[in-house]
């Protein structure tokens, strides 16, 4: 059996478009298996267009548009032909404010994607719902409900029920836009817990304004600024001695 | 544009500076003692040693504060590092300056022996590491700091040659024992007040540069 390689996501020249307008500048950067890597930089400075640009959800942004070389596992997501349904279930997303489907209950949420995909129906179905509704750390907190309307919880548990909605279909990569800002301290702890929990099996990329969530959870820490990648590196290292002075200035509070 | 954690961090400076002015002083009182032979500025180490140990307790709970509230990163993240491994050096040297005074309180009961000569001169050269160690953390001065590292060595060796010196003395006459182990206790005091010296100066290398040179990197070629 060959070992997989230990780069599993890899960006090279990434430029991102609205209209004519160039909010990404040319990223080249790697991501690791089961890394945490978390995007930090001022407001505009590109890095959810980059995090969209992953899994080409930034083309349905109206004028969206991307050029430049994405592979995931070796796959060059942009090569013509490629359906971005697919990649979606391959690179998950889970979004600043937790949205559930209003509609469904809580065991349809997390079913949708394996429906949709026709991976699994019936006993199986059910044990996949459950594996996904433990993985997000819920399950004890919902096994009693699950035909109650996702809309019921409350805001920490709508987005881990995301998460399990995103982790159902086993992606080997989540890509969370600050997936923390609209919660409490105790909802975030759970979903920071989460996270570290989840990277032995699924790589994460986070957006975070957060600079100690980023320091506490991270392996490595990507800084944007003005679409350009100023930095990437072990985190620790980014947030004890930075290299570049505007990562300093920037996580300092200097700026931005 | 000032930040608020800028101002906690002056507010610290100033402190451990004050802090830094005290030890300088008793050691002054201390080796000044031994020099001039007046065990009335012996007496005023205690009180510089009360103030010292006052602003240990200052500095921590001033650090504590600032890392709970402002939670630093980066350069700020390694200046709060530095000044709490300063505060307790700067703690350690105000316990040698009083086990000094101390020392010389027993010494100046005996008879003088010329080798105390040698120790002043030990004394002037550990004052100026503490003095430039404390200058360099103020302006961030990276070369004073390597000044006060290279001064280190100098003070080792006289520790080394006052001993040998001092045993020799012991091994002659019998009746100055006593004298010579005061002489060695103070030489042994001062050395080590190098030796935290020499941490306060590695440490502001670490805050300005976030280089550790410490365990021999200084001395292996490693340059910050």
Same mark, same amino acid.
């Given at each position: 059996?060959?070992?997989?390689?230990?780069?599993?996501?890899?960006?090279?020249?990434?430029?991102?478009?609205?209209?004519?307008?160039?909010?990404?500048?040319?990223?080249?950067?790697?991501?690791?298996?089961?890394?945490?890597?978390?995007?930090?930089?001022?407001?505009?400075?590109?890095?959810?267009?980059?995090?969209?640009?992953?899994?080409?959800?930034?083309?349905?942004?109206?004028?969206?548009?991307?050029?430049?070389?994405? !592979?995931?596992?070796?796959?060059?997501?942009?090569?013509?032909?490629?359906?971005?349904?697919?990649?979606?279930?391959?690179?998950?997303?889970?979004?600043?404010?937790?949205?559930?489907?209003?509609?469904?209950?809580?065991?349809?949420?997390?079913?949708?994607?394996?429906?949709?995909?026709?991976?699994?129906?019936?006993?199986?179905?059910?044990?996949?719902?459950?594996?996904?509704?433990? #993985?997000?750390?819920?399950?004890?907190?919902?096994?009693?409900?699950?035909?109650?309307?996702?809309?019921?919880?409350?805001?920490?548990?709508?987005?881990?029920?995301?998460?399990?909605?995103?982790?159902?279909?086993?992606?080997?990569?989540?890509?969370?836009?600050?997936?923390?800002?609209?919660?409490?301290?105790?909802? !975030?702890?759970?979903?920071?817990?989460?996270?570290?929990?989840?990277?032995?099996?699924?790589?994460?990329?986070?957006? !975070?304004?957060?600079?100690?969530?980023?320091?506490?959870?991270?392996?490595?820490?990507?800084?944007?600024?003005?679409?350009?990648?100023? #930095?990437?590196?072990?985190?620790?290292?980014?947030?004890?001695?930075?290299?570049?002075?505007?990562?300093?200035?920037?996580?300092?509070?200097?700026?931005? | 544009?000032?930040?608020?954690?800028?101002?906690?961090?002056?507010?610290?400076?100033?402190?451990?500076?004050?802090?830094?002015?005290?030890?300088?002083?008793?050691?002054?009182?201390?080796?000044?003692?031994?020099?001039?032979?007046?065990?009335?500025?012996?007496?005023?180490?205690?009180?510089?040693?009360?103030?010292?140990?006052?602003?240990?307790?200052?500095?921590?709970?001033?650090?504590?504060?600032?890392?709970?509230?402002?939670?630093?990163?980066?350069?700020?993240?390694?200046?709060?590092?530095?000044?709490?491994?300063?505060?307790?050096?700067?703690?350690?040297?105000?316990?040698?300056?009083?086990?000094?005074?101390?020392?010389?309180?027993?010494?100046?009961?005996?008879?003088?022996?010329?080798?105390?000569?040698?120790?002043?001169?030990?004394?002037?050269?550990?004052?100026?590491?503490?003095?430039?160690?404390?200058?360099?953390?103020?302006?961030?001065?990276?070369?004073?700091?390597?000044?006060?590292?290279?001064?280190?060595?100098?003070?080792?060796?006289?520790?080394?040659?006052?001993?040998?010196?001092?045993?020799?003395?012991?091994?002659?006459?019998?009746?100055?024992?006593?004298?010579?182990?005061?002489?060695?206790?103070?030489?042994?005091?001062?050395?080590?007040?190098?030796?935290?010296?020499?941490?306060?100066?590695?440490?502001?290398?670490?805050?300005?540069?976030?280089?550790?040179?410490?365990?021999?990197?200084?001395?292996?070629?490693?340059?910050?």
């Amino acid at each position: 059996m060959m070992t997989p390689s230990p780069v599993l996501l890899e960006v090279n020249g990434l430029k991102a478009f609205v209209e004519s307008t160039e909010i990404l500048h040319g990223i080249d950067l790697g991501v690791s298996r089961q890394e945490v890597v978390a995007f930090i930089g001022p407001s505009g400075c590109g890095k959810s267009t980059f995090l969209r640009c992953l899994n080409r959800l930034h083309e349905e942004t109206p004028g969206g548009r991307a050029e430049g070389r994405v !592979t995931l596992e070796g796959q060059d997501l942009y090569a013509s032909g490629t359906d971005p349904v697919q990649i979606r279930r391959r690179i998950g997303m889970v979004f600043q404010k937790p949205n559930p489907f209003p509609s469904m209950s809580i065991f349809e949420n997390v079913a949708s994607g394996l429906r949709l995909n026709r991976i699994a129906k019936g006993v199986e179905l059910e044990a996949r719902v459950e594996a996904a509704l433990r #993985e997000a750390a819920l399950w004890n907190e919902v096994k009693d409900k699950l035909d109650a309307s996702g809309m019921s919880l409350s805001g920490g548990q709508q987005q881990r029920l995301c998460i399990a909605r995103a982790l159902a279909v086993k992606p080997p990569v989540l890509l969370m836009d600050e997936p923390t800002s609209a919660l409490d301290p105790v909802s !975030t702890a759970k979903i920071e817990e989460l996270v570290i929990q989840l990277k032995k099996e699924t790589t994460i990329l986070m957006v !975070t304004h957060n600079m100690q969530q980023a320091a506490r959870i991270s392996d490595r820490t990507a800084f944007f600024l003005y679409g350009d990648l100023v #930095e990437y590196g072990p985190t620790t290292k980014v947030f004890t001695t930075p290299s570049d002075r505007r990562t300093e200035e920037y996580i300092t509070g200097r700026f931005g | 544009m000032q930040r608020q954690i800028d101002h906690e961090l002056n507010k610290l400076r100033a402190v451990i500076l004050s802090m830094g002015q005290a030890v300088e002083a008793a050691v002054e009182e201390a080796t000044e003692g031994l020099i001039e032979r007046d065990p009335e500025r012996l007496k005023k180490v205690r009180e510089y040693e009360d103030r010292i140990n006052a602003y240990h307790l200052e500095v921590d709970e001033l650090c504590l504060k600032l890392i709970a509230q402002q939670s630093p990163l980066a350069a700020d993240l390694r200046m709060i590092l530095a000044i709490i491994k300063i505060n307790a050096d700067l703690e350690r040297m105000g316990d040698q300056a009083m086990n000094i005074s101390l020392n010389v309180r027993d010494y100046l009961s005996k008879e003088p022996l010329p080798e105390a000569a040698t120790i002043a001169s030990m004394a002037h050269t550990v004052r100026k590491m503490v003095r430039d160690a404390m200058e360099a953390f103020v302006k961030a001065d990276l070369t004073l700091s390597e000044q006060v590292l290279l001064q280190d060595d100098v003070v080792d060796e006289a520790k080394r040659t006052t001993f040998k010196r001092l045993i020799e003395v012991m091994k002659k006459d019998g009746t100055q024992v006593e004298g010579a182990v005061d002489l060695m206790l103070v030489s042994r005091n001062l050395e080590r007040l190098g030796d935290h010296a020499t941490n306060i100066a590695e440490d502001v290398i670490f805050a300005s540069t976030g280089k550790d040179i410490r365990h021999g990197g200084f001395h292996s070629g490693q340059k910050p």
